[in-house]
């Protein structure tokens, strides 16, 4: 074993050759980027660099404008003169570990290897990257709006609005009211009541929609939303009260005390049950417009399944192409060649700099790709079959340690592309944190195939008589799964299920 860590350890730093700390620490940064900020990154990099230019693949590579212009771009956007001189020599991968991808062959000679590569550029049915600005209010200010047409004095519209601004984001008021007091006559000179902070409350700011705003616990909360119903039945009335007297028993359910303690019968603790369940605990938390664009996934990765086999492609149709300014690099040139004096010399100081850093920032760029690629491509080889199968129980157990080795990176490195990156596949967009998981007890089942087995479980239980862990933790071992009732208790609360008590129904 100690030879086979050796050897392991001198292939990583074969693949992992040390890098400048400032390249290492802008690739870092690169790699946790969303797609979105990725691209807004790019072109303010492009904005404070008069040497970088954002440039369209189907623009020629070649200048025949004049003599001294003409020049050729490598494949990182750099002019052949200057990609001999200027870029560094230490990389973090060799060129040839960009892995293909079909079928996991490694048999491409480089130049198919290259016109794989520059297809990852190139996916079909590219969508239509313009974009519109467009401005949503704000739930606060959606409030002030509310207030505005209400008919209040001057003064209670001042301390209404000072009220809505001490509104957490799920519309609540935690504070209190004295301390808010206390606040208006610090902050605006203006001597106030509790009495009168509570008049305001529940006058104006708790008749702001969405029903429930300015609630300052749960149950009042629940009932300022039943009381905005505009047409109540028998089962409203009995949902207040219920709020109102048994608020502890319902978080409880013990249902059978609730309809002790209001004298109730089965079909009426129903009726009053279904009115509850249809009220939102955060009403304030609504999406807007706004929310809902901003959870657009842009996938990173695509794999799909052709014939058995699996094909991966990097989405980089979103991300600006970025290459050296031709004139800039012209200008640069021609100094270096002219026989300057002082002055001369600091303009090219000036311009290498410009230079030096576009370049960096072109490599880091080039190297956040093959990173991205190399780590997704080496989870996929691990998933095999559940990227073939879309079934849950098909996942191995996988950890970060395992890929870092693979890839021939840090273990953190490996962890940054895992939380902010998703893959495309043929069943759904998959977050890549979906796909690491432990092994249990040191056998080759993940924890995924084992929760995936607990929620089906749960879901079939008859809910008049939920199971208990012990219970689950039984069928379980029934099944095969040997795991201790502990282990049953955490993948269940890493699940979001309640604990049998809670989820039983009446």
């Excluded at 039943?226 to 608020?247: G, P, S, Y």
């Amino acid at each position: 074993m100690p030879l086979q860590d050796n050897n392991l350890s001198l292939e990583q730093k074969n693949v992992q050759r040390q890098i400048g700390l400032p390249l290492t620490l802008q690739l870092m940064h690169l790699v946790e980027l969303p797609y979105s900020s990725l691209e807004q990154e790019i072109r303010n990099t492009v904005d404070d660099n008069p040497a970088l230019e954002i440039y369209d693949d189907n623009e020629p590579l070649v200048d025949n404008s004049d003599d001294f212009s003409q020049e050729e771009y490598d494949d990182n956007g750099i002019p052949q003169e200057l990609s001999d001189v200027q870029l560094p020599d230490d990389e973090i991968f060799k060129e040839d570990y960009y892995r293909d991808n079909e079928d996991f062959d490694d048999t491409l000679s480089e130049t198919q290897l290259e016109n794989q590569i520059s297809k990852l550029n190139s996916p079909v049915n590219t969508p239509d990257s313009s974009k519109v600005n467009i401005y949503y209010e704000s739930l606060h200010e959606q409030w002030q709006l509310q207030l505005d047409e209400m008919e209040m004095t001057d003064r209670e519209s001042q301390i209404a609005t000072y009220l809505i601004g001490t509104l957490d984001d799920s519309g609540y008021l935690h504070a209190d009211l004295q301390a808010i007091a206390n606040e208006l006559l610090y902050n605006e000179n203006i001597q106030t009541t509790v009495e009168e902070l509570n008049f305001i409350l529940t006058h104006y700011v708790q008749e702001l929609e969405p029903a429930g705003t300015g609630a300052r616990t749960l149950n009042e909360c629940l009932i300022l939303q039943i009381d905005k119903i505009t047409e109540k039945k028998r089962d409203h009335e009995l949902a207040k009260l219920v709020i109102q007297n048994c608020f502890e028993l319902l978080t409880k359910r013990h249902y059978d005390k609730i309809k002790s303690q209001l004298n109730i019968s089965n079909d009426e603790l129903k009726g009053a049950l279904s009115i509850i369940q249809k009220l939102d605990p955060h009403p304030a938390l609504q999406e807007s417009p706004m929310q809902k664009n901003a959870e657009i996934i842009i996938p990173d990765f695509s794999i799909t399944k052709q014939e058995n086999k699996l094909q991966l492609t990097l989405n980089n149709n979103y991300i600006p192409k970025v290459r050296i300014n031709k004139e800039f690099s012209n200008e640069y040139r021609f100094l270096s060649k002219q026989e300057y004096d002082r002055r001369k010399n600091e303009a090219e100081r000036f311009m290498k700099k410009y230079v030096d850093d576009g370049m960096q920032f072109i490599k880091t760029l080039s190297l956040r790709e093959m990173l991205l690629y190399n780590t997704m491509y080496a989870i996929m080889q691990h998933q095999y079959d559940y990227f073939i199968t879309g079934d849950n129980a098909n996942l191995k157990p996988m950890i970060l340690k395992t890929i870092a080795q693979e890839v021939g990176v840090d273990i953190s490195t490996i962890s940054r592309v895992s939380n902010s990156k998703y893959v495309q596949t043929d069943f759904g967009i998959i977050p890549l944190k979906h796909l690491f998981s432990e092994a249990v007890n040191d056998n080759d089942i993940s924890s995924k195939e084992i929760k995936q087995i607990l929620e089906e479980l749960v879901k079939a239980e008859n809910k008049k008589k939920p199971l208990s862990d012990e219970k689950i933790c039984v069928l379980l071992n029934e099944k095969g799964y040997n795991i201790a009732r502990r282990t049953v208790a955490k993948y269940r609360e890493q699940l979001n299920i309640p604990v049998a008590r809670l989820r039983k129904e009446f």
